[in-house]
């Protein structure tokens, strides 16, 4: 009975210490974490790659700040082709040249168009004062044939009653009477030359010049219209070869612009970014595409901490952690952003730094921090740090690994 009785503790006794090895094995992550420090605070890491062939100038060195401008390094190309420019440099040429050479043109034209508008206005003005000559001087003659016609009227009464009285022929009161059909005659043929000369005189006042047979007298003025005509369209011509002389600026301005980044061309990251690592040595050739800097945003405060699969099950995004840092006595308050089985868990590509707690078969959860202005200041990338996270404890691990 005896026997039976101890052989029953002693089965109760090794399943207890069975079951203490198995909470212990699988609690061990969690009691590892508590006990060493093995999270690391970290943050994205970032690649630049080089944009052209060149050398690497004038890098920032692992740990350097980058300014206002953003700039990591400068890849330079002492042998970048000039063709384009050169090709632009000349088409820009021309077009100053035909800009200059149809500005002369213009000016020629101008200073022509003032001599045929000084001869147009001398013509029209000895025109119309021809004609007022003329209107002037067949007034004066229709009064004195009219005069004449008055005292030829009298003159062929006196012959008529002359002839009545038998003192002159019949003859010399016929020659009376032709006198005044003739001197008649002369007065239409002059009122008529006067209607004309005043038809002229209002035409030329308006700018038609009408010669005496008819025809048009407006050649110094046709000249002058065509002349005016010419010089709008070299203006026209003109305006247009100034915006292709622009457009051929601003495609020189263009192909220096790119001849100028293919020869030497700034990398650039965000300000205040810190150069986490060199690649490519300075003086190196690179080419397109070549790696040249990694860089971390120490504004982006992250902690990498290894857990268990197990705990990585009870995890989610939002998740509260409790985070002290190597050297510290605060604890800080994160937020889980991120978890990953062992299976996929983010390596040196995506972190600045890993947590040293790292190995097969551990997952992995990041934490955001937000950090100070001293934090940023520091960057204190790569330290160690301790993780709790409340909402998870060592019975729900044990309890999931059950499956309770």
Not at 123 to 134: H, I, N, Q
Request: glycine share 6%; net charge neutral; aromatic share 4%.
């Amino acid at each position: 009975m005896a026997s039976r009785n101890l052989s029953r503790r002693t089965v109760a006794l090794l399943g207890s210490a069975g079951l203490l090895v198995y909470v212990v094995w699988v609690g061990w992550p969690y009691f590892h974490a508590i006990v060493v420090r093995d999270a690391a605070v970290t943050s994205w890491i970032s690649i630049t790659q080089a944009p052209i062939g060149g050398y690497t100038t004038n890098p920032l060195h692992p740990g350097e700040r980058t300014g206002a401008d953003g700039r990591i390094a400068t890849i330079a190309d002492i042998r970048a082709d000039t063709t384009e420019l050169a090709r632009a440099r000349a088409d820009l040429a021309r077009a100053q040249a035909r800009v200059v050479a149809q500005t002369a043109m213009i000016d020629a034209a101008r200073r022509a168009l003032e001599v045929r508008a000084t001869h147009a206005r001398h013509f029209a003005a000895t025109f119309t004062r021809d004609l007022e000559a003329a209107v002037m001087n067949a007034g004066n003659s229709l009064v004195l044939l009219k005069r004449r016609l008055e005292l030829e009227g009298n003159e062929a009464t006196r012959t008529e009653t002359l002839h009545q009285a038998d003192m002159v022929s019949k003859s010399q009161v016929d020659a009376a009477h032709a006198r005044i059909t003739d001197t008649r005659r002369l007065i239409v043929e002059t009122q008529t030359a006067l209607d004309r000369a005043n038809a002229r005189l209002r035409a030329a006042n308006d700018g038609v010049f009408l010669l005496e047979d008819g025809t048009d007298g407006n050649s110094a003025l046709q000249n002058l219209a065509d002349a005016r005509l010419r010089l709008l369209q070299a203006e026209d011509t003109l305006t247009q070869l100034r915006a292709e002389q622009e457009a051929a600026q601003l495609v020189v301005a263009s192909t220096q612009a790119a001849y100028s980044k293919a020869r030497s061309l700034d990398m650039l990251v965000p300000p205040g970014a810190m150069v986490w690592s060199l690649i490519s040595a300075p003086g190196a050739s690179v080419q397109p595409g070549t790696p040249v800097a990694s860089w971390v945003d120490c504004s982006i405060m992250l902690v990498d901490v290894p857990v268990s699969d197990v705990a990585i099950a009870l995890l989610r995004q939002g998740s509260i952690a409790h985070v002290v840092l190597e050297g510290e006595r605060k604890t800080r308050t994160g937020t889980v952003i991120l978890t990953r089985g062992s299976a996929g868990t983010l390596g040196s590509h995506d972190l600045a730094a890993l947590a040293k707690g790292r190995h097969a078969g551990i997952g992995q959860a990041l934490v955001k921090l937000t950090p100070s202005p001293d934090d940023i200041k520091a960057c204190a990338i790569g330290h160690a740090a301790f993780v709790d996270f409340p909402e998870v404890n060592v019975i729900d691990v044990v309890r999931a690994r059950l499956r309770w």
